[in-house]
């Protein structure tokens, strides 16, 4: 067979976080530097217009964005409730997961909470149990499926209920149930304490959203190549939810939070733009980023940033603090360019997504990223089931060593 050359890998590429090497086949989404993000090549705009919506409402529900990304069709509203139904009936947490989470120190972070409670729901692994009974390897992704319906059933319940939000936040009281006449970002909703149905709308953007960036990125990634070693679907999604709640990947929500507090206790609601540049030169001369912009391969503002805007425009345009940070979009990018190293002057996702939950009384900054951990679920489960049906191999890229290299290219 011909070798289809697509790439060549310098070592300056090695040594710079391998940014820009070709080497992940992902089929659930494509990124494009100046377009954003394509999910089975449809735009979030298109996502939004053609994917059925709850009733009443404007913002697609994730059941839907999930079937496309499985099945690369766009589903019809009966698909998609039934989809709401199959994850109601799917929620219930196992006594041992329950116990452990009760159990949690509330100071503990609630990514380590929740990245704990996936590992630990791996005893319900059907796919583990398969494997240690011999399954033929062309029926790995059989497995995988039901245990990703089971997991994202899961996951709001672990990170709402009783569970982490409750337990952390609300001394574990007002336990919300699972109603199957409900879809999944309702019932997220109701077990978080939460009633109001523009939340609710917000939720359904939100994890429709948040749900897949391509492969290369380090929640997917991760997930990708954990599952490539045949751990079940919990134990390599947990493994990504490690890396998400890292600074530069999905933390960033919640350290965009703390960032825009500081800059608002500083300068107040009647603010200069000149003092936001102060502000904003001062946290880079402290060595610091500016949390919220930047992207590794977006080279334009990100259309996630800018549908949460849409949003924002259209709920909270007086909002003082969706103000802030519609001034601080005007004032970071020619900061960010002036620095004249950094590649995307503009916002992502992650820029936008705190404001609009402190607007509707979500105020706990240090969940939000476990809210990013429930959506980001439904891309990166949606390929790992596709990764074992198309028998993807062990990951194990070849690494050298410095002293290696030099050998090769000397000085
Ligand atoms: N503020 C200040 N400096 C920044 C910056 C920002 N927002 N974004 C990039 N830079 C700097 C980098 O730190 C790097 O500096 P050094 O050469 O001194 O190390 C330089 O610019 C070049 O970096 P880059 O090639 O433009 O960006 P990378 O691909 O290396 O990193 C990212 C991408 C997202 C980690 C980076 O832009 C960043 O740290 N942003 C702030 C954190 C953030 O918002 N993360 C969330 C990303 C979205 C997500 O994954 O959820």
């Known amino acids: ?66 079937w496309l990304l499985v099945t690369g069709d766009i589903p019809t509203e009966a698909q998609v409730n039934a989809i709401s139904k199959e994850w109601a009936r799917r929620a219930e947490l196992p006594a041992h997961v329950v116990t452990m989470l009760n159990n949690m120190p509330s100071k503990l972070h609630p990514m380590s909470q929740f990245s704990a409670a996936v590992t630990a729901l791996n005893s319900e692994s059907t796919f583990a149990k398969a494997y240690s009974e011999g399954v033929h390897k062309s029926k790995y992704w059989e497995y995988v499926y039901e245990d990703s319906m089971n997991l994202i059933a899961k996951l709001p319940v672990i990170a709402a209920t009783t569970y982490i939000y409750r337990n952390t936040y609300r001394d574990g009281k007002g336990i919300g149930a699972i109603d199957d006449n409900k879809d999944w970002s309702a019932n997220y909703c109701t077990m978080l304490g939460f009633d109001d149905p523009q939340f609710s709308e917000l939720m359904r953007l939100y994890l429709t959203i948040h749900s897949d960036h391509e492969g290369g990125n380090v929640s997917a990634h991760t997930t990708h190549l954990v599952g490539s070693a045949l751990s079940d679907p919990y134990l390599s999604f947990a493994a990504g939810l490690n890396g998400l709640a890292g600074p530069l990947h999905g933390l960033a929500n ?67 603090l969706f103000k802030l940070v519609a001034a601080v979009y005007k004032v970071v990018p020619p900061i960010l360019t002036e620095l004249g190293k950094v590649k995307n002057p503009w916002p992502n996702v992650d820029s936008h997504s705190g404001v609009l939950l402190q607007y509707y009384g979500l105020k706990e900054m240090n969940y939000y990223t476990v809210m990013f951990g429930v959506s980001r679920a439904l891309g990166v489960l949606a390929q790992l089931i596709w990764s074992r049906a198309l028998g993807f191999p062990i990951e194990r890229p070849k690494s050298f060593s410095t002293e290696l290299l030099m050998k090769q290219f000397g000085k």
């Open 254 to 320: 919640q350290e965009v939070l703390i960032w825009l507090e500081k800059l608002r206790k500083q300068v107040g609601d009647n603010f200069t733009e000149e003092q936001l540049k102060e502000f904003i030169w001062k946290t880079l001369k402290s060595g610091q980023v500016v949390p919220g912009y930047g992207h590794a391969v977006l080279r334009k503002t990100d259309p996630r940033y800018t549908c949460q805007r849409e949003f924002a425009l259209k709920h909270l345009p007086n909002d003082p």
């Open 1 to 66: 067979m011909d070798l289809l050359k697509l790439d060549e890998v310098t070592v300056d590429m090695m040594y710079g976080g391998m940014r820009g090497i070709k080497g992940l086949v992902w089929e659930t989404s494509v990124l494009d530097p100046d377009e954003g993000i394509r999910f089975r090549g449809m735009s979030i705009p298109e996502c939004q217009q053609k994917l059925p919506k709850a009733e009443g409402g404007d913002e697609p529900l994730p059941e839907g964005l999930f």
